[in-house]
């Protein structure tokens, strides 16, 4: 029998002309006090306070180790620089390496009769390249 079924036996006891599951409406909520009593006592069980007591204790175990407030500055720092990498820093360096390719085109005649054309490479493409694709997210010097 489960305790809902406890619960209406103890309040609606056989042949009292309730047969139903529910509560009658003009009876308020005094019946339900049993089932209220029988939901605590579960509640209340061995295991349920063990396992509040393991809840606050590792809540309190968390809570209470030391963690240098370097750390923490450390990391804010670094998520800062990652933020404005990626939405800042990344977009521009891409935009950078398209433009320089667009030039680096443009220029290809004049470097071929310099024989610059290695360094004009490096300059407006690779290096951009570089700093959009391979740098690490964060990290501004190449």
């Given at each position: 029998?489960?305790?809902?079924?406890?619960?209406?036996?103890?309040?609606?006891?056989?042949?009292?002309?309730?047969?139903?599951?529910?509560?009658?409406?003009?009876?308020?909520?005094?019946?339900?006090?049993?089932?209220?009593?029988?939901?605590?006592?579960?509640?209340?069980?061995?295991?349920?306070?063990?396992?509040?007591?393991?809840?606050?204790?590792?809540?309190?175990?968390?809570?209470?180790?030391?963690?240098?407030?370097?750390?923490?500055?450390?990391?804010?720092?670094?998520?800062g620089a990652m933020i404005c990498d990626t939405l800042i820093a990344r977009p521009a360096c891409l935009a950078a390496t398209v433009a320089g390719s667009v030039?680096?085109?443009?220029?290809?005649?004049?470097?071929?009769?310099?024989?610059?054309?290695?360094?004009?490479?490096?300059?407006?493409?690779?290096?951009?390249?570089?700093?959009?694709?391979?740098?690490?997210?964060?990290?501004?010097?190449?």
């Amino acid at each position: 029998m489960t305790l809902a079924q406890e619960a209406m036996a103890e309040n609606y006891p056989a042949g009292s002309g309730h047969h139903s599951a529910t509560a009658p409406s003009d009876a308020g909520l005094g019946e339900w006090n049993g089932f209220i009593d029988s939901a605590r006592s579960v509640w209340s069980s061995k295991l349920m306070k063990r396992k509040r007591i393991l809840l606050v204790s590792l809540l309190a175990l968390a809570l209470s180790m030391p963690l240098p407030a370097r750390a923490y500055a450390d990391d804010a720092e670094e998520a800062g620089a990652m933020i404005c990498d990626t939405l800042i820093a990344r977009p521009a360096c891409l935009a950078a390496t398209v433009a320089g390719s667009v030039f680096f085109v443009i220029s290809l005649p004049f470097a071929l009769i310099s024989k610059k054309v290695d360094r004009a490479a490096e300059v407006m493409v690779v290096y951009p390249a570089r700093a959009t694709f391979t740098r690490p997210l964060g990290d501004f010097d190449i």
